[in-house]
């Protein structure tokens, strides 16, 4: 299997544009993240975490609602917080978006996308990360969705593919690619001198298909997105030498396993490689993903949202099956010598959450990310008590603010829910009692 990876990574090899090894790095300005072996470094010194996910964050319209999440995150011993560097629309949305203040960045009328600078815009998400550094939270940037929501690789693909192609153009059109990377040079040029960026990221969640399907120039040994991943973290290692570069993939793995044959999250159907984009110069550490309920429903069918149990003929465990999950990324980051973040994972049902989120946590702290600044990220971080709009407005699409609470997919843990929120809280708690690990 690794001999594979090594082939397929010396085969798409792209020369660095710094022409220096990760090795050869310069030293990163202080209040950089960086990492060493497995270990992530602030200042010298073990950098350990539980972060959260907020897609939502940048969506708000008010600086008391803004302050009193970052302040409620703080509160929870939040150090990292996730959230998408992208909102695009397309140009029939804007007068839409501009009477319901909707968030966006990019506007697509053609092959070409205009960016919006102004208060609505990209000012939106300074506030968000200058905020951030205010509460001593470190920030992971998306450069771009998978997934249709909020822009996406299908915006590229629509405008500039056009119609009747497959969802992994968006991994070789080189016109899609030059307008990808525009953008990131965006980002990364406003935020490069930034203490607060933690890392950029690829794009959220990469498969072959998306809302579009795939084709067979992707998946399985074709290599495709690891491709990609190396084209892109070298692209933005040469505009940025200081900051932490991953893939925001969820770590689907390509293995020759026979058992495994059928399953979408090892065969390499999905496009990712795990084992190989580890082992990529620029790509400094890995993320994984974890949704059993979602993967596997057609092993779940009605008791999806019920706490689960196997039901009658089934073998199949959610909480078994994460715990192995867990254990696989951490062995693989354990071999490539990089760090590992957990970096989203949830099941719907306050019963579940209790139930298995503890194990999953525990699991993670003793295995791969044992000892060490060890790294969960949930999905998502809920907040109450929002006042925008007397705390009720609808975004986009399902996304509203309801009651006051943010937006809720199922998955989103607020405080009032004693007993899974404390699960995070004291995790956060011993997390700076963390060395370093070999």
Not at 64 to 89: C, H, P, Q, S, Y
Not at 351 to 370: C, F, L, M, Q
Request: aromatic content about 14%; some cysteine; charged content about 20%.
């Amino acid at each position: 299997m690794y001999f594979k990876c090594f082939q397929l990574v010396n085969l798409f090899f792209v020369f660095i544009a710094l022409g220096a090894s990760v090795e050869g790095r310069v030293s990163a300005p202080k209040g950089f993240v960086t990492s060493h072996g497995r270990n992530f470094v602030l200042d010298g010194k073990p950098f350990a975490f539980v972060g959260t996910n907020s897609y939502w964050l940048p969506l708000l319209t008010t600086q008391d609602d803004i302050e009193a999440t970052f302040k409620e995150m703080k509160g929870a011993g939040v150090k990292v917080l996730r959230t998408w560097g992208f909102n695009a629309i397309n140009a029939s949305e804007l007068a839409g978006a501009l009477e319901s203040n909707l968030t966006y960045y990019q506007v697509w009328n053609g092959t070409e996308w205009s960016l919006n600078n102004g208060p609505q815009g990209l000012q939106r998400l300074d506030n968000v990360i200058d905020t951030a550094g205010r509460y001593d939270i470190k920030v992971i940037l998306a450069f771009t969705n998978n997934w249709v929501g909020y822009g996406g690789a299908e915006l590229y693909i629509n405008w500039i593919a056009g119609s009747g192609v497959t969802h992994d153009v968006f991994y070789s059109d080189p016109d899609i690619i030059s307008s990808y990377q525009q953008y990131v040079k965006v980002l990364v040029k406003r935020y490069k001198d930034s203490p607060t960026v933690f890392a950029w990221e690829l794009m959220n969640e990469a498969r072959c298909l998306g809302d579009l399907p795939g084709s067979s120039a992707c998946g399985m040994d074709t290599g495709l997105i690891t491709k990609w991943y190396k084209q892109q973290s070298d692209y933005v290692r040469s505009l940025d030498p200081y900051h932490l570069i991953t893939t925001g993939g969820e770590g689907q793995f390509n293995w020759d396993n026979g058992t495994l044959a059928s399953d979408y999250n090892y065969n390499g159907q999905a496009g990712e490689d795990f084992d190989c984009e580890l082992r990529l110069d620029n790509v400094d550490f890995a993320t994984y993903h974890m949704y059993p309920t979602s993967w596997y429903s057609d092993l779940i069918g009605e008791h999806l949202l019920t706490p689960f149990k196997d039901f009658p003929g089934s073998n199949f465990s959610m909480e078994e099956w994460g715990l192995s999950w867990i254990s696989q990324h951490a062995e693989a980051a354990r071999s490539a010598k990089k760090p590992l973040i957990l970096e989203e994972f949830g099941m719907p049902g306050i019963d579940n959450k209790t139930t298995i989120y503890p194990s999953w946590v525990d699991k993670a702290i003793e295995t791969g990310h044992r000892q060490a600044p060890f790294r969960i990220m949930p999905w998502q971080f809920g907040m109450l008590g929002l006042t925008e709009s007397g705390g009720n407005r609808l975004i986009k699409y399902a996304d509203a603010l309801i009651d006051g609470a943010s937006p809720d997919d199922g998955f989103a843990i607020y405080k009032s829910q004693t007993n899974v929120w404390s699960i995070f809280t004291s995790a956060a708690k011993v997390q700076d009692a963390r060395s370093w690990i070999d």
